[in-house]
């Protein structure tokens, strides 16, 4: 009841420090939430201590800005792959807006993908294809995959959350678009650093006139971790003949040069 009534209140300052104190019992002790957007989407979660979980918890919804970017961005006619998408958050808004698209969800981690298919099943979509595994630049390799208990949302292939490993398989993004029905017309990236192998083993779809939008986020630490100079993953991109924008609200801000420090949400097209 009590997150039930934070979600009715504005987003306002300190909203999120209060919830934590109020709930402080609850974060701390309760597990496979269930949880019930503003937008009427239905999702269990592991715990609320991850971002994802407390956000969809005391707000109601996660990244609004962005399911609605995506929504913009996705043409009619093609599909809207998720390559890391966790729980759902993103991608369920998407697939429930957009019945009509066929949305395909990679997740790594089986726990994690586990509870994505729990979510599509409750929230009866039948537009949506979940691939447990890995993206990279090469098919069938067993990789670890250190997917953190409480920090469900920093799911790595690098040990930097958890030393805790899980063994996966991976996929390319070449292959994952062979699927039958599978004509990306937006993808959104987002696996802690490792975005530059995805567009690597995408090279051959990726180089083509018409290669499909990417949404995708850079982290200069992230990429480190990944062994990666910081910027790599621009720079592929761009090796592929597309441009770079950084997105700053609703605004699309061209980059001048590939970005090596910070953090920021970047759109890559060929349009």
């Known amino acids: 009841m ?40 239905i999702f269990f979660l592991p715990n609320a201590k991850e971002n994802i979980g407390f956000e969809l918890l005391i707000n109601g919804d996660y990244e609004p800005d962005t ?25 369920i808004p998407v697939a429930r807006a957009r019945p009509e698209v066929k949305v395909i969800g990679v997740e790594a981690s089986p726990r994690i993908a586990a509870y994505l298919r729990r979510n599509l099943a409750i929230n ?6 979940v691939f447990e595994r890995a993206m990279s630049n090469e098919s069938g390799q ?35 678009i062979q699927t039958p029905g599978c004509e990306a017309g937006l993808i959104k990236v987002d696996i802690e650093g490792y975005e530059y192998f995805a567009f690597e083993g995408g090279k051959e779809t990726l180089s083509k006139p018409q290669a499909p939008d ?11 971790a990944a062994g990666l100079e910081p910027g790599s993953s621009q720079r592929v991109l761009q090796s592929y003949g597309y441009k770079l924008y950084e997105r ?19 759109f890559a097209t060929k349009s």
Request: glycine share 8%; proline share 3%.
């Open 2 to 41: 009590t997150a039930k009534l934070f979600q009715r209140l504005p987003d306002f300052k300190g909203k999120r420090r209060l919830a934590r104190l109020v709930l402080y019992d609850y974060l701390a002790h309760a597990t496979d939430i269930r949880v019930t957007s503003k937008g009427g989407s």
């Open 67 to 91: 399911v609605q970017f995506i929504l913009s961005k996705l043409p009619a006619g093609k599909s809207f792959l998720d390559i890391g998408a966790n729980i759902g958050s993103i991608a």
């Open 124 to 129: 009866q979509l039948n537009n949506f294809i």
């Open 142 to 176: 067993v990789l670890n995959f250190f997917s953190p208990d409480e920090k469900f949302g920093k799911g790595s292939l690098s040990p930097v959350f958890t030393d805790n490993s899980t063994q996966v398989v991976s996929i390319t993004l070449d292959e994952l």
């Open 214 to 224: 990417i949404y995708f986020e850079f982290v200069d630490w992230c990429e480190k």
């Open 248 to 266: 700053v609200g609703n605004r699309l801000n061209k980059l001048e040069s590939v970005a090596v420090s910070g953090s920021k949400m970047l």
